[in-house]
DNA sequence: ACAGAAAATGCTGCATACAGAATACAAAAG
DNA sequence: CTTTTGTATTCTGTATGCAGCATTTTCTGT
């Protein structure tokens, strides 16, 4: 119950129904949730460490706000990140668990044809943490997935212009490319590239 | 409260009070704390969060336990965020934030020659922080810090020998020159071999 | 004597109840 | 009219009680 518990409250936060600066009514939230104020608060505490949410002293919980510079710091490291994982899959990664990625790809390519931005938003999400799974390293795809969850509500709220919707497809099309040659430098220019750019793609919506 | 708490599950957890695979029991837990076990219970569950124990349902929680292929896998993570945090620092650092790095380089070096293991080793960890803080990167530094809680527990128990240690105050000599430089390259570079020699000397203990 | 099953014990997980603190509102004084 | 103080309400923080589940031990049958 835990898991589905801060699972729920990721979800609450990250589509919004909790907008930043809210305070967490354990009661309330509660109630609401139908469930105890006991779990609420170790579901809440367990957020606090992943830094979605701001533990103030004998006043509760509040969900945390983010200024423009965190979100480029966060993208800042995840873009690190993304680079190593993208050199160590070169390396690890399977050819069935490129074929993966490469599925996702060519998925994903097809709701951006149809215009459905949702599914195109959630598959291209999976393509970032497919390639940081293939790198193998459990320490490094935890960093990662707290940073993008932490990045998914601001994503969320950034409604990108078509033009540099486009502009995004094509890095990714590079990427797929890159990463079936297993080609470690193009790789990680590439993840570089993409990333310094999703910066420029969200910066005007913070 | 709760960070007290926290914090003293973790010194507990990192100095050996709690061995990997011992399971948490709450009710003697608490009691010996001299706490009840709902605060307990959510420190557990922060604690979890930040990678530290592991829940297993219905079952509590047991510290979690680190493989060689961890500790080298977080190795690796650590080294890429210190890699970025010194090319950042040396673009935003002020120049009291360097001297501070130098002062306790200086104090370390001081403690070294002096053969006393813990402080040494403390200075070590702290100007490896410092150094991060100097990126004012807020999640790098949660990343970070993350990381390096994690590994605490493993260079604890890890005696290095003097011939290994030598070595590692060598690299701290060129590090701060770097970074006095304001040299982005070597600083990383630096940094990039500290580290990955790091994994070398904790490699047998492992 | 050994194996299987059932009961008992101990632990976690959840709910509820109680105490302390902070805030908001109201009333009185300057 | 504004400010300050006192009171009441609400919410957090902690403790305790109860139910469910896992494990272990014991009892019974072969």
């Known amino acids: 119950m835990h898991d589905t518990l801060v699972s729920h409250l990721r979800d ?20 609401q949730l139908g469930v105890s104020r006991t779990p609420l608060r170790e579901a809440i505490k367990y957020l606090a460490s992943e830094g979605l949410v701001e533990l103030v002293p004998s006043r509760g919980a509040v969900v945390k706000r983010f200024s423009a510079k965190d979100v480029h710091d966060m993208l800042t490291v995840l873009r690190t990140l993304e680079e190593l994982a993208g050199k160590l ?7 069935a668990g490129i074929a993966e990625v490469r599925a996702l790809h060519d998925e994903m390519v097809r709701r951006y044809k149809a215009g459905e931005r949702l599914q195109y938003y959630k598959l291209n999400q999976q393509i970032h943490s497919a390639i940081v799974l293939l790198a193998e390293n459990a320490p490094l795809a935890d960093m990662h997935s707290m940073l993008q969850t932490r990045l998914k509500r601001i994503r969320f709220i950034g409604h990108e212009g078509p033009e540099k919707w486009s502009a995004s497809v094509a890095e990714h099309d590079e990427m797929i490319i890159a990463l079936e040659a297993r080609d470690k430098a193009r790789l990680s220019e590439v993840l570089c590239r993409h990333l310094t750019n999703a910066w420029e793609r969200v910066r005007a919506s913070v």
Chains 1, 2 share one sequence.
């Not at 609450?12 to 109630?31: F, N, V, W």
């Not at 899959?89 to 050819?95: R, S, V, Y």
């Open 12 to 31: 609450m936060i990250i589509e919004g129904d909790l907008s930043p600066g809210t305070r967490l009514h354990e009661g309330q939230l509660g109630e």
């Open 89 to 95: 899959a070169c390396d690890t990664a399977t050819d």
